[in-house]
């Protein structure tokens, strides 16, 4: 059985996000359980009335790209006996019903029930439409109105804050112990790679439970990373020639030839369809044909997903069937808690318990076999988190900084995608938003004292980065086991597009320009672009937007050798809010996303290294098709 691990976050009270327009929020529709009462219903003298309360609401000023704070509308059934049906309640974008107790049962004569409405802006500039929730039911004069108002602005610019330095009040003591010794109750031995002295709690259903333990923060507590045993070819320093200090030995051995590709695919799965609508469609991606294929299609043999999800997360099991983890994100009815898992052998998606906290925009990273960290996201709420979970360990501790729109990666090198690898690594998470501003911080996750702590506590000695980032990328380059961060672009806090980069040094915690050793910025400011590891030492960075706004169809590579950005051929179409995932033969499949007019796209296209071009899979030298389905903000996961 799956088991999720979780810690009651001290929440933060959304005020808003930085801007990026993203598709329009869906229409919320709830359909009555039985039918509108009858026309002659309504001229005769026990015909109901409706008493709306407000018929209006003014949500004020709300940072593009994130929602508001619910606001309530009670509705009230004023007649003496006759009941209300309601056919429909419907809120019009960028407007969206956040919970509905008036549909599905009949309103009783005297009785009340209750509509919450949430703002989600996707452009700047006010927005006011008289008839943006509507009623429509069996009352006298239906249908009926709420007008709704609001502002959506550009995130505030706010003068980057130095970080607190926890207090410590006594001298910590580091020994020879790697981060990667797991600490959680022995269930499980490890699979032949792994000898720490404790083993970890491993499973192979796809049920889930979630276990909230006290709401206490993170002590900060010095962590050492594992080194292991090739020298470093590449150095992140100006003149190349530092030589990496070795620290502590892992208790757990990498494994040798590590198989990230269990089946040699990759799942597309969810997004947001070009009506706005979350999508609970998935297709599988064949490499081998260029075709991606619909999961419920007869050659499949699988399911549609348990849940339509968009802004979601999803996370490789490494279990030997290619099991993939898909978390919250936007659903029909707002932000999800719903998980579930796709199984790389049957095609079929399987339904998990929900999480504690609805989640979109979090992060979801692979700590090791069957082991996932969720953290961060915005709620249903509106308010941005900085609680995280656990699958399948114990609970973690509270981030230190409550974000959104993170980017998040593992500490560990090929092992980290060793399906017989069971011992967790540390997790580096940056930036984001607080919901106010673009984050400068990052803080590193310890699977021993699972616990947050900032990199540039006194117990790590390390640095924020050099500049505040949201909807950037990380990506790590293995490097020859001198594990490297490439973090680049990402809007900043005056909210738009940065060509800046810096690499993350994991052995000493430090974030340096790239322009600082030598190299050199990103040939365009790019947000919301894809970035994928094509070796230990080389990044490709494909699309997003640039300091306009503009979608992007330009791509570049990044050399460690040179700390540079070279621009290669562009893509055939522009394109942000798409996904992009590294396949078996060296080569990236980009996906789906939204192009510079507005539309949702079905199209994909691969990547060739060697030639630095892309090709559309429909293309007949490559004999492929489409994607059965046009989508922006899904996911794509190697299996």
């Known amino acids: 059985m799956f088991t999720f691990s979780f810690a009651r976050p001290a929440i933060l009270v959304l005020v808003g996000l930085l801007t990026v327009a993203t598709a329009l929020a869906p229409f919320d529709v709830a359909i009555a359980a039985g039918p509108a009462a009858a026309p002659d219903a309504k001229k005769s003298d026990s015909a109901p009335t409706l008493k709306i309360r407000p018929d209006e609401h003014d949500f004020g000023q709300v940072i593009v790209s994130l929602m508001s704070a619910p606001k309530t509308v009670t509705v009230t059934n004023n007649s003496k006996s006759a009941s209300i049906e309601f056919t429909s309640i419907v809120a019009a974008p960028p407007f969206a019903i956040q919970s509905d107790q008036c549909s599905g049962s009949p ?47 550009v995130g505030s610019t706010p003068t980057p804050a130095a970080t607190a330095t926890p207090t410590v009040t006594a001298s910590p003591t580091v020994t020879q112990t790697s ?157 999800a808690k719903s998980t579930e898992t796709f199984s790389g052998t049957t095609n079929q998606f399987t339904l998990g318990a929900d999480m504690l906290d609805s989640r979109q925009g979090h992060t979801a990273t692979s700590l090791a076999r069957f082991q996932v960290l969720i953290a961060g996201g915005q709620d249903a709420g509106g308010t941005v988190l900085n609680s995280a979970e656990v699958v399948n360990g114990t609970a973690p501790g509270l981030m230190n900084t409550a974000r959104v729109g993170a980017a998040a990666v593992v500490e560990k090198a090929a092992v980290g995608v060793s399906r017989s690898d069971t011992c967790p690594g540390p997790v580096i998470v940056t930036g984001g938003s607080d919901g106010v501003s673009a984050l400068q911080s990052a803080e590193l996750f310890d699977p021993n004292s699972l616990s947050f702590t900032l990199t540039d506590a006194a117990s790590l000695g390390g640095s924020q980065m050099n500049a505040a980032r949201v909807f950037h990328t990380a990506t790590l380059l293995s490097n020859s086991g001198n594990l490297l961060v490439l973090v680049a672009g990402g809007e900043g806090v005056a909210g738009t597009a940065q060509a800046s980069a810096e690499i993350f040094t994991v052995a000493t915690n430090t974030f340096t320009l790239t322009t600082a050793l030598g190299g050199t910025n990103m040939t365009v400011a790019r947000a919301k672009q894809t970035a994928t590891a094509l070796g230990p030492t080389t990044v490709l960075l494909a699309g997003g937007i640039d300091s306009s706004g503009i979608a992007l169809a330009s791509a570049e590579t990044f050399d460690l050798s040179t700390n540079s950005f070279t621009a290669v051929g562009s893509m055939h179409s522009a394109r942000f809010d798409h996904a992009a995932a590294l396949l078996p033969n060296g080569k990236v499949l980009i996906t789906g996303g939204e192009d510079g007019s507005g539309n949702t796209l079905n199209t994909a296209e691969i990547f060739d290294p060697a030639t630095n071009t892309f090709t559309l899979t429909t293309d007949p030298s490559l004999g492929g098709n489409n994607m059965n389905v046009a989508r922006k903000l899904h996911t794509a996961t190697a299996y």
């Open 107 to 153: 309103l009783t004569a005297g009785n009340s029930c209750k509509v919450e409405v949430r703002f989600h802006p996707t452009t700047t500039g006010k927005v006011k439409d008289k008839k943006a929730l509507t009623f429509t039911d069996s009352a006298k004069k239906s249908s009926q109105y709420v007008e709704l108002l609001g502002q959506g602005i």
């Open 179 to 335: 981060a990667d010794t797991p600490t959680a109750t022995p269930t499980k031995a490890c699979d032949g790679t792994c000898t720490p002295t404790a083993t970890l709690t491993s499973a192979a259903t796809n049920t889930a439970t979630w276990t909230p333990t006290p709401s206490v923060g993170p002590t900060p507590t010095p962590t050492t990373h594992p080194t292991f045993p090739p020298t470093p070819t590449i150095s992140p320093t100006p003149n190349g020639s530092a030589t990496p200090t070795v620290t502590a030995t892992a208790t757990c051995t990498p494994e040798s030839e590590p198989t990230p590709f269990v089946v040699g695919k990759v799942l597309i799965a969810g997004g947001q369809a070009s009506n706005g609508t979350s999508l609970n469609t998935a297709e599988v991606f064949n490499p081998v044909t260029n075709t991606f294929t619909l999961t419920t299609a007869p050659a499949l043999g699988g399911s549609n997903m348990m849940d339509g999800r968009y802004s979601h997360a999803a996370a490789p099991l490494h279990s030997t069937g290619g099991d993939i983890l898909l978390s919250g994100g936007f659903d029909s009815t707002g932000v």
